[in-house]
Nanobody, 126 residues
Framework: QLQVVDSGGGSVQPGGSLRLSCHAS????????IAWFRQAPGKEREGVSC????????TYADSVKGRFTISRDDAKNTAYLQMNNLTPGDTALYYC???????????????????WGQGAQVTVSS
């Protein structure tokens, strides 16, 4: 079965950190662009960060720049989103997505993705 599974969500206090993981099974992740999206209740889904298949392009939403870091370990068929200095505004359901087409550019991460994770809940509150 071809799928990505995201994990690592949880509840933290403001200023805390979490690392989300996105593990691919059934396909080789190194050929894919990876993106993280999030959706908070009552809000539109937004792109958070992406990394291209070569790993030489990473892009971040303005709201997370300097706090979040995206990376990939192709040997483990896994991508990560390290989230530091979390704020209540980061509370959302986070999804990873993979695309064999070029989706991650310096401008953003728009377009269709072939695989989506089931979502990892991140809650930031005091």
């Amino acid at each position: 079965q071809l799928q990505v599974v995201d994990s690592g969500g949880g509840s933290v206090q403001p200023g805390g950190s979490l690392r989300l993981s996105c593990h691919a099974s059934g396909f080789v992740l190194k050929y894919y662009d990876i993106a993280w999206f999030r959706q908070a209740p009552g809000k539109e889904r937004e792109g958070v960060s992406c990394i291209n298949n070569n790993g030489d392009i990473t892009t971040y939403a303005d709201s997370v720049k300097g706090r979040f870091t995206i990376s990939r370990d192709d040997a483990k068929n896994t991508a990560y989103l390290q989230m530091n200095n979390l704020t209540p505004g980061d509370t959302a359901l986070y999804y990873c997505a993979a695309s064999a087409s070029f989706r991650c550019t310096s401008e953003g991460m728009e377009g269709a993705y072939s695989y989506w994770g089931q979502g990892a809940q991140v809650t930031v509150s005091s």
